[in-house]
DNA sequence: CGCCTGGTTGAGAATCATCAACATCTGTGG
DNA sequence: CCACAGATGTTGATGATTCTCAACCAGGCG
């Protein structure tokens, strides 16, 4: 009851207290921004990036309307992106782990069109936008990486439209514990076995159900015998009947 | 019964014979792709742009999982992007008319992840990526003009998600119809009567619903008096009350 | 300890999907 | 120009899924 699976957290995978390591350096650049490019332009990159200290819980990386400046990489912990609709509600738009960039909705309009805030304890790398402009005019393959990161950004919104458009509660929680676990898997940690970050309401406010209805499902599965649902752990009994629900 | 309100139709709005009128002649100069641009500059994008011939409806203009070249603008008509999901379903991700750009989701792997087809007869400007890339960098207004049409897809499908997560058949139609009046409108079209290019399927397979809910709805609005509807030509009577009902 | 937030479970209600019949529209060939 | 066929759209009856409302439980924190 009482203990803690905590070597499955996704928020322990860089030391957040050494919060100045440098992109050469840093366990994620496989899967961050510097993806494509040569060591000596990583450090020019390097050089715009500022680090900031962890967050914690709750507070805001960036808030909806603010100023656009930068767009930001998770480092450690996770964050969630949402938006506030005319009608006062909220509605999250992503969830982001280690490695991956979120902000880039801002570019638009010099405006940030949804908030972002941490989950849990995080820290993140900010890039100041300008700058990176700046830097892609000279490093061609920056250039395409970013562009190529945007883009990615739509794909994963159209997956999600799909999600929400044409498949039911069921295949909506398949879906995001499978994408959560590919993410867990792509930090080197378990594929079937990984801590969610975010509240039940969380997950139900993404996938367009209410938390009632999130809380059944995870009941159902683990009564089927697909998950172990202990509170916000989870383990994934039967990854291949989780992927045929999910549809894939 | 028989009559035609053909001066309201979307694809009249520049002459689609005329298919070699270049960037500073296009009547959708000031919406399209090069609206951040001095004249002489816009001579050079002029350059490295395409005009192609008329598509006829239902012809595509790429399809996906086809390598990525290029992105194109809608001069005249309307198209749809479109996926296949993994069990053989249509999911349709967008409607593009004249002056919106389609196909920067290809940018991240190469290769389209969407088909686009067009609704009508419809015809398009292609721009091949790889000499836009390269025009970009020297010139810095075209690379932020083209990242912020990248953040505008972005925030599209942002706002789809959000009307798919939270809002009902009634405002998710609501929804629609009145960004069809704005993007009329923005051609100087009137924001209130237009005709819809695309399929009762085509609007419920959008928005997550199925095509009798659609077909109701509409007839529901129409008795209600907001609307007046006779098959695909739309004249908004109440705009308001749709504005209110859409959320807004 | 008790409060408060977050999560679970149940019963009933509402929305939307499904199935089915029918109407209308489009375009093709006579 | 008409007739027909297939596609597209409308309407109705029924049913399933998900939401709403409500009660209850568990864990974390002052």
Redesign the interface.
Known sequence: MGTRRAESTLDNIVCTHDFRINCSDCRLNSICLPIALEAHDIDRLDNIIQRSKPLRKGEHVYRESEPFTSVFAVRSGSVKAY?I???G?E?I?GFYFPGELLG??????YRH??SAKALETAAVCEIPFKRL?EL??TL?SL??HF?????????Q??Q???L???NSAEQRIASLLLSISARSARLKLSATSFRLPMSRTDIG????LTVETVSRIFSRLQKAGLLDVENKEIRMLEIDKVRKMA??
């Open positions: 938006k609709t005319g009608d509600k509605q738009t880039v909705d801002g570019i638009a309009y069109s949804v402009e892609s005019t061609p250039q395409r562009f190529k990161l945007m883009s990615q950004e739509i794909t919104d159209q999600l439209i799909t929400l458009s044409k406010n993404y996938l367009g549809g894939i």
